[in-house]
């Protein structure tokens, strides 16, 4: 009777560890696959520039980087035009490289200046609007 009871026991016992590692391997095959669908190039550049564009950081510096860089590309239009000499086209690059930097770098001074001339300005046309 002892051994019956036993019996018993062990088969249970082992049902019961036959079900927790069906139920192991299913969690670790679905684990799997969102790992892999996490890893999958496509969805490692979709989740990075998601996590970018939340960051207020960058959307500052992209800013800054837009200015300086359409500044440095008018200021080299305005100065060299079009023109086919090669020694103008070099210095026309360098100094939208220059321009570029300059203003990358001073890009917060250059808003806050640029907003307190327009706020000047549009102080100015209330004033004159007003008499």
């Not at 969690?27 to 790992?35: M, N």
Request: hydrophobic share 45%.
């Amino acid at each position: 009777m002892k051994n019956e009871n036993a019996l018993i026991l062990l088969k249970e016992n082992i049902l019961l560890m036959e079900f927790q590692q069906e139920n192991n391997r299913i969690l670790l095959k679905e684990e799997f696959k969102q790992t892999f669908e996490a890893l999958r190039p496509v969805n490692l550049l979709k989740n990075t520039f998601h996590d970018l564009l939340q960051s207020p950081d960058f959307k500052d510096d992209l800013v800054d980087s837009a200015l300086g860089i359409a500044t440095g590309f008018i200021s080299k239009k305005l100065v060299v035009g079009n023109t086919h000499n090669p020694l103008k086209q070099i210095m026309g690059v360098l100094l939208q490289l220059v321009i570029t930097s300059i203003v990358t770098k001073n890009a917060d001074g250059i808003k806050s200046s640029l907003m307190a001339l327009i706020n000047k300005f549009s102080n100015k046309n209330e004033t004159t609007e007003d008499m």
